[in-house]
């Protein structure tokens, strides 16, 4: 019998580059710089809270939500490096306890943010923004260095 890894998106970002990375929104008028560019923790959420607020920026003009979106936590050791203007806090009601910072300009989520986090770190999905992974550049770097390699030994 396959024994059917439990989903642990962590090992996909072992390669992941600690160099600070810049998220935008979609459109590209806020953004901020995380300084360790490596996600602490991946994870898939299918909670309501977080496919509800999802829904409700893609029908005011946000990004697509995906099935299950794929979250991950970062360290809260950011700076913003511009469209503070077009920030804005969203609560999914009054009685709930995530923050979820949204741009005005395109309905992105930009952070969120739950007391459970202690302000250590932040959740960010990444169909609700954009994030620059540095995975695929490398992929492409490894792949030219063997054509090369192969290319030498002609
Ligand atoms: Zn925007
Ligand atoms: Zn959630």
Not at 94 to 101: A, F, I, K, N, Q
């Amino acid at each position: 019998m396959i024994n059917p890894k439990p989903f642990d998106s962590d090992e996909l970002y072992d390669n992941c580059s600690s160099d600070p990375k810049q998220v935008t929104c979609i459109c590209g008028k806020v953004a901020f710089s995380i300084f360790n560019g490596r996600v602490r923790k991946a994870r898939e959420c299918a909670c309501n809270d977080c496919y509800q607020h999802m829904k409700w920026c893609r029908a005011v003009g946000g990004p697509d939500v995906p099935p299950i979106p794929h979250g991950g936590y970062w360290d809260n050791d950011i700076q913003l490096d511009r469209g503070e203007e077009n920030l804005m806090v969203v609560m999914l009601r009054e009685s709930g306890r995530s923050r979820r910072l949204v741009s005005k300009c395109c309905y992105s989520t930009l952070i969120i943010d739950h007391p459970g986090y202690k302000q250590l770190s932040f959740l960010l999905f990444e169909n609700a923004c954009k994030i620059p992974w540095d995975r695929p550049v490398r992929v492409f770097s490894r792949e030219f260095l063997g054509i090369l390699w192969k290319w030498m030994k002609v």
